[in-house]
């Protein structure tokens, strides 16, 4: 009898079958789930920092406080209230402390926020509006840098970001939540055409000189676990950016000795807080490892909004000129829809999702619904890889 195996959809659980002989194993570093509570790793982090002495003594009850957020993050409010609590006990009230989210984000996370903190100043990053924007310096390289002038401005600055994989800077979150995250319209689109749909890799560039520009801003990484869970959370000076790599590294970087002909690709969680990125990400990562011509079924719930390059793909008759119109066109979500092209070249999609069916086969993919359409595909193939949490993860062959 074959064991059912288990994979999060969104928050359903679908009860899947893979015989051994069929199996592809992920090996990944072995770790144990946390049994403590967000708020609990964001106080410890603030407390016992990577390298460096705990954060209340590098404050003063003077202190403007610029926190930049990333607004999907889970248990955000939860986290950001800990933050705020811990400013509090240093004498830093609220009203000194401006939230700084990137451009487009969410505002719900507001909502969620306890009322002690209802005086504190939110601002999402608007790269179009130069009144919003202050000179910080000039690189090593000779980039005239203006940034988010609340960020600029002030006397001390947080970043409660996640660490993850991106096309664009290898890991994102930590300095890349800065440059080119918050700076003017120019800069920010001179780096849309800017990634690899390869393997992550960290290359460290002007980010890092930035972030020291700024006046070496305090990290506190994220590092997420399967669903909405929390893995760990890292907090420091820049040293500590190279640590928040190495556990996400080794929380969601794996590996696999066997090529599959199928990889099901699984995205757990809330949907609300997933992105189209996440989706191209997710795809991406199974057609790195897939076999030329092999299949790859994505399993979601979420139905994100589609940003123009998405919307570019639907129009095209195939994934293979989604390169060169792409490229003539650079919308902002150029590296998601060049994600999701790479994935729709190398194998064959299939989709469960909250999209209509019609938007499915605009992306060049075959519409599924159901666990035991996914069950037909793993029965007739002939080595199968199960991937959870695709979009966290980033898996290559040995």
Do not use: C
Not at 36 to 53: C, K, N
Not at 71 to 84: D, I, K, N, Q, T
Not at 264 to 285: E, N, Q, S, W, Y
């Amino acid at each position: 009898m074959v064991p059912a195996m288990e994979l999060m959809v969104g928050e359903e659980s679908w009860r899947l079958m893979v015989a051994a002989s069929q199996a592809v194993q992920l090996h990944q570093q072995p770790y144990t789930p946390t049994d403590r509570t967000p708020a609990q790793l964001i106080q410890a982090a603030l407390e016992h920092p990577y390298q460096f002495e705990p954060l209340r003594r590098a404050l003063t009850p003077d202190d403007r406080v610029a926190i930049v957020i990333e607004p999907r993050l889970p248990h955000l409010a939860e986290m950001l209230a800990e933050v705020l609590r811990y400013l509090g006990r240093v004498g830093i009230p609220p009203q000194a402390v401006t939230v700084v989210s990137p451009p487009g984000s969410p505002d719900g996370w507001m909502r969620q926020l306890p009322v002690e903190f209802a005086s504190i100043t939110t601002e999402i990053h608007d790269p179009m509006d130069a009144r919003k924007h202050a000179y910080l310096a000039t690189t090593k390289a000779g980039r005239r840098l203006y940034l988010n002038r609340s960020v600029v401005e002030a006397d001390f600055v947080i970043l409660l970001t996640g660490r993850r994989f991106d096309p664009h800077t290898g890991y994102a979150g930590a300095e890349a939540a800065i440059f080119p995250a918050l700076s003017n319209h120019e800069t920010r689109a001179a780096f849309v055409g800017q990634f690899t749909t390869g393997h992550p890799q960290w290359v460290e560039g002007e980010a890092a000189e930035i972030a020291w520009l700024l006046g070496t801003p305090f990290f506190v990484q994220v590092i997420e676990d399967s669903g909405d869970r929390i893995h760990a959370v890292i907090a420091g000076l820049l040293a500590s950016g190279a640590e928040g790599i190495r556990q996400q590294d080794a929380r969601w970087r794996s590996t696999i000795s066997r090529e599959p002909d199928t990889v099901i690709a699984a995205i757990g969680g809330d949907p609300a807080g997933i992105t189209f990125l996440d989706l191209a990400k997710a795809v991406a990562t199974a057609a790195r490892v897939v076999q030329a011509g092999g299949r790859i079924g994505l399993l979601t719930t979420a139905a994100p909004p589609l940003g123009p390059g998405a919307e570019l793909l639907r129009r095209l008759d195939g994934p293979e000129a989604a390169k060169k119109s792409l490229a003539a066109e650079k919308p902002d979500d150029w590296a998601a829809a060049a994600l999701w092209a790479f994935a729709a070249r190398r194998a064959s999609l299939f989709l469960a999702s909250g999209y209509p069916d019609h938007v499915a086969e605009e992306l060049f993919a075959t519409p599924i619904h159901t666990p035991q359409q996914v069950q037909r595909l793993i029965d007739s193939s002939q080595y199968v890889l199960l991937l959870p949490d695709a979009h966290k993860t980033t898996v290559s062959l040995r």
